[in-house]
């Protein structure tokens, strides 16, 4: 890796009754990292932002509809700056969008195949992302209990996109996802499975 300087200063408010399972609230973040290296042989000093707006609001007694916005860039301070690839975006799995592989989202000005959304990468059966400089992130979910407060369920759609640079960025230009999940309670938060 390229040994990088940074400052990453962050901010965030929390109006949320319960960090591990919200039933109603906010939660605002911002993070920020100014990066600089002088190694000549690749120059890198860029300002990256990465911002999240969660709200929760209850339905019912015991029916919540979580909805999140995530959104984030790199801003190159030179002309001829790069980004480390373990620095830039990565989408899909578990914690964004849901029906994709696991930080396999292409970025979408990167001129994929829609018939081979993955391109070639070997075997055919994971997606090799190059991450982005750019991303936006949109999700909603509808949480129900289905029995006591031990198990619960969860509809959900997630839509995100990845782009290389800040100038394609088109946000109608979303990849959707849809499924559904259940949450078991545990002492040390839910356990997901989507």
């Not at 001829?80 to 989408?91: C, E, G, N, R």
């Not at 949480?143 to 509809?155: K, Q, V």
């Not at 499924?179 to 499975?193: E, K, S």
């Amino acid at each position: 890796r390229l040994p990088l300087g940074a400052l990453r200063p962050s901010i965030s408010w929390d109006r949320r009754d319960d960090p591990f399972n919200p039933h109603q609230g906010t939660l605002l973040s911002l993070r920020s990292e100014l990066a600089h290296t002088f190694a000549p042989s690749r120059p890198v000093y860029y300002f990256k932002l990465d911002g999240l707006v969660s709200g929760y609001v209850p339905l019912s007694r015991r029916t919540t509809l979580a909805l999140s916005l995530r959104a984030g860039a790199v801003f190159h301070l030179t002309g001829d700056s790069t980004t480390p690839a373990h620095k830039l975006f990565y989408l899909g799995g578990r914690n964004s969008v849901r029906g994709f592989p696991e930080l396999g989202l292409i970025p979408a000005d990167q001129g994929q195949d829609p018939a081979n959304p993955c391109g070639d990468v070997g075997d055919g059966d994971q997606c090799a992302s190059g991450g982005g400089n750019v991303y936006l992130l949109l999700k909603a979910e509808f949480r129900f209990p289905l029995f006591t407060d031990l198990l619960a369920g969860a509809l959900f759609i997630d839509a995100g996109n990845l782009w290389s640079e800040l100038g394609q960025v088109d946000p109608f230009d979303l990849r959707p996802a849809a499924g559904v999940g259940l949450r078991l309670a545990t002492p040390i938060g839910p356990l997901a499975i989507d």
